[in-house]
């Protein structure tokens, strides 16, 4: 699973650079269009630098920022620790920020 999760995010890395590099133009449409697709890009560069433990840490929830950017985070089960977060571009779904709360 963290292999394929691995991959998938390498993907989705590699596309971004491809499509910045050879577009310099706004696109008609976006990348990470909806809260769905904001959570599983999430959770694909979340995996391999969390592990399993991020399944704890659910439902996930996101929310659009400014209409640009997708936030998504974790869930606190407990007072205790932190969750994960990650910005996600909606435009180009370029990763841009990836944190854990302590």
């Known amino acids: 699973m963290v292999k394929?999760?691995?991959l998938f995010l390498g993907l989705i890395f590699s596309f971004s650079v491809c499509f910045a590099q050879n577009h310099n133009h706004q696109s008609k449409f976006d990348y990470v269009p909806d809260v769905i697709t904001a959570m599983k890009i999430a959770e694909?560069?979340?995996l391999p630098i969390y592990g399993q433990e991020i399944y704890t840490q659910m439902p996930f929830?996101?929310?659009l920022i400014e209409g640009k950017i997708w936030q998504v985070e974790?869930?606190?089960k407990d007072a205790l620790g932190g969750v994960p977060v990650a910005q996600i571009?909606?435009?180009d779904g370029k990763i841009?920020?990836?944190t854990h709360g302590k």
């Open 44 to 46: 694909a560069v979340w």
């Open 89 to 91: 571009r909606k435009s």
């Open 74 to 76: 974790g869930t606190l």
């Open 4 to 6: 394929k999760n691995a």
């Open 96 to 98: 841009i920020l990836v």
């Open 61 to 63: 929830k996101a929310k």
